[in-house]
């Protein structure tokens, strides 16, 4: 059996991976910042390096 602790954020055009117990849950989905969580309605992108989300 496989435990999987990491995934990529649940944002369309984020290339972050990220850890579940780091993550941030919503509507069931994780994500690897607040920008993602919320469609980036007000924030853009997720400001990790290299990613262009």
């Known amino acids: 059996m496989t435990t999987v602790n990491q995934m990529k954020c649940a944002c369309p055009s984020c290339l972050c991976i990220v850890s579940l117990e780091k993550a941030i849950l919503k509507d069931g989905k994780y994500y ?6 919320e469609g980036h ?13």
């Open 32 to 37: 690897c910042s607040d920008g993602c969580a």
């Open 41 to 53: 309605q007000t924030v853009k992108g997720c400001g990790h390096k290299g990613c262009g989300c």
